[in-house]
């Protein structure tokens, strides 16, 4: 692997920016048998709650127009299950290792905390969910209120020394205020964007597809929306951007890190072409070859007009 | 490492007004596949669109689909064109147990295409089976075959009736100790399963939902299946990667 694509997200060092999306790679079981993740920065695991979920009813998916929606609900084996099961896997895969960590209330949160924070030899960041759009309480209600946002990330940061990413909602008025409060209470880095909140009709039925009636909208249609939260993030916060949001490109990835993004992830893409981060990677460490260039310092060179 | 393959479209046919069979070329999958086993091939549309494995030719290096046109990716799919190449992963999922001695096949709808490649492989395997396919109307039927029980709802050929009407015009010999392996729509699974539970024969059927990566990282095509764990309702499983294939009695219906 080249250093060329070596990069920082505060403290944490990634030996490429590109980061496997929670939601679309599991624990990594599956896509290893497509291609050696030792090659990502890292991986977000599924998002996981304090007991096992079950997740929405079927129909879950959508098909749209350079998109999909989704309401998977957060079906996850639990965090204990996980911690006994898919932990030590995660940590022999050779890249970064990120736990997502959801819940209903402030209270699940800290128990999450308080379960993972033994582990930390095995962690190279908590990535906070603040913004399932498919869960009836927590997350995304948490995520779209600032005060809370604040509340829960500084209770956070009393009970743990693991970096704190925090994952952010697009489904908000001004993307500025979550992302400050976040770093007010201690974040160590935000994630810009969850899936968008989005609904699909079935003319046939006259009902919505999907059975949550509303799913999260994702894949290239969601990138200039995702792009603008990193420019407008970028522009007041002091701590690191990781960008998501139809990532499918290496080009992709430069306009995400030019916007203000140190890292990036990659959810939707996989979905389609599971090997896809092989040739973003290649193409990256080209793109720096011929642009003598580390890939690092593109990070936030957009000149706005 | 398993891999996504660019594959050429060597033939296509129109069974019917609605139905295509088509032939793909990719030796990988034709080496490998086992009957129940699916591609998700691509489209203009965004996700990859499912199907069951018809067939295979490992000479050749070729594997075959049924096509039904329910939308847009499907009515692009059979209007493929030869010399077309497409993109496909496969081949995936859990296929038929076929290590057993005896089988009953139970087809209705495009599942006469993953049943066609059960009953292709028990008869190279020399294995005693018998094929019972159902349809709407005799126009809706393809893949058939003179050994076959065929059904129609309007008994406009064969048995008039459905799947379970031709599977009670089997003999004791037919019957005993045979395992029921049966892919079509969910009620007709669900009605062959009790028929199967009440004679008490093993039953395997192929479930279906929408479906997305077809490789088990997105957890969008769940079915319920009876729970592990105590204290959970039951499991969400997926078609996908933890199926097609799941034994009937798992399944809540």
Redesign the interface.
């Known amino acids: 692997m080249s250093s060329l694509i070596n990069v920082k997200v505060g403290n944490v060092e990634l030996k490429s920016p590109l980061i496997l999306a929670s939601?679309?790679?599991?624990f990594g079981h599956?896509?290893s048998?497509?291609?050696d993740l030792s090659i990502l920065g890292g991986l977000s695991s599924?998002g996981l709650t304090i007991k096992?979920r079950?997740?929405n009813e079927?129909?879950?998916?959508?098909?749209?127009?350079?998109?999909?929606l989704?309401s998977?609900g957060l079906?996850n084996p639990g965090v204990d299950y996980f911690i006994e099961h898919d932990l030590d896997y995660m940590d022999s895969l050779g890249c970064g290792r990120i736990i997502n960590v959801a819940g209903h209330s402030f209270e699940d949160y800290m128990a999450m905390i308080e379960k993972l924070d033994p582990h930390k030899d095995k962690i190279d960041a908590l990535e906070i969910n603040l913004s399932c759009p498919n869960v009836k309480a927590g997350c995304m209600s948490i995520g779209s209120d600032p005060e809370q946002i604040y509340s829960i990330v500084s209770a956070m940061r009393e009970k743990t020394s693991l970096p704190l990413w925090i994952k952010l909602t697009p489904n908000v008025t001004d993307i500025k205020a979550p992302a400050l409060a976040a770093q007010k209470g201690g974040a160590d880095a935000v994630v810009l964007i969850n899936t968008l909140l989005g609904m699909a009709v079935d003319i046939k039925t006259r009902r919505p597809v999907l059975r949550n009636n509303t799913g999260g909208y994702s894949?290239p249609a969601v990138k200039p929306v995702a792009i603008r939260m990193v420019s407008e993030c970028y522009q007041v916060l002091d701590i690191p951007i990781i960008g998501c949001g139809g990532i499918s490109t290496y080009e992709d990835v430069l306009e995400f890190m030019m916007a203000g993004a140190s890292a990036v992830e990659i959810g939707t893409a996989?979905?389609?072409?599971?090997?896809c981060p092989v040739d973003i990677t290649k193409d990256l460490i080209s793109w720096c070859e011929k642009n003598n260039e580390p890939l690092k310092n593109v990070t936030g060179t957009l000149k706005l007009w | 490492?398993?891999?996504?393959y660019r594959s050429v479209v060597v033939f296509k046919q129109m069974l019917n007004q609605d139905t295509a069979f088509i032939i793909l070329s990719c030796p990988e999958i034709a080496a490998s596949a086992v009957p129940g086993q699916f591609v998700n091939i691509s489209c203009s549309?965004?996700?990859?669109r499912p199907f069951g494995i018809a067939s295979v030719n490992k000479n050749a290096g070729t594997f075959s689909i049924g096509v039904k046109v329910v939308g847009k990716?499907t009515t692009e799919i059979a209007a493929f064109k030869e010399g077309q190449e497409v993109?496909v992963?496969g081949p995936l999922g859990n296929g038929f147990d076929l290590s057993s001695e005896k089988y009953i096949l139970v087809a209705g709808g495009t599942g006469v295409f993953p049943i066609n490649f059960a009953h292709e492989t028990l008869s190279s395997m020399g294995k005693k089976h018998v094929v019972v396919e159902g349809f709407r109307t005799i126009d809706q039927a393809v893949m058939t075959d003179d050994s076959f029980i065929l059904t129609t709802d309007d008994g406009s050929s064969g048995i008039h009736g459905n799947c379970c009407d031709g599977l009670n015009t089997l003999s004791e010999d037919d019957l005993s100790d045979a395992t029921v392996l049966c892919v079509g729509p969910l009620p007709m699974m669900k009605a062959v399963s009790a028929w199967a539970e009440a004679r008490g024969l093993s039953c395997y059927v192929s479930m279906e939902?929408?479906?997305?990566?077809g490789?088990?990282?997105?957890?969008?095509?769940?079915?319920k299946i009876k729970a592990e764990?105590e204290g959970?309702?039951?499991?969400?499983k997926r078609c996908c990667?933890d199926g097609p294939v799941f034994d009937s009695k798992e399944v809540v219906w």
């Open positions: 939601g679309t790679c599991n599956e896509l048998e497509y291609y599924k096992p079950v997740g079927g129909v879950r998916v959508a098909e749209t127009a350079s998109g999909m989704n998977v079906q894949g996989s979905l389609i072409h599971p090997a | 490492m398993k891999k996504e549309g965004f996700l990859k990716g993109s992963l939902q929408r479906m997305a990566c490789i088990g990282i997105c957890l969008v095509c769940v079915c764990k959970m309702p039951f499991d969400h990667k």
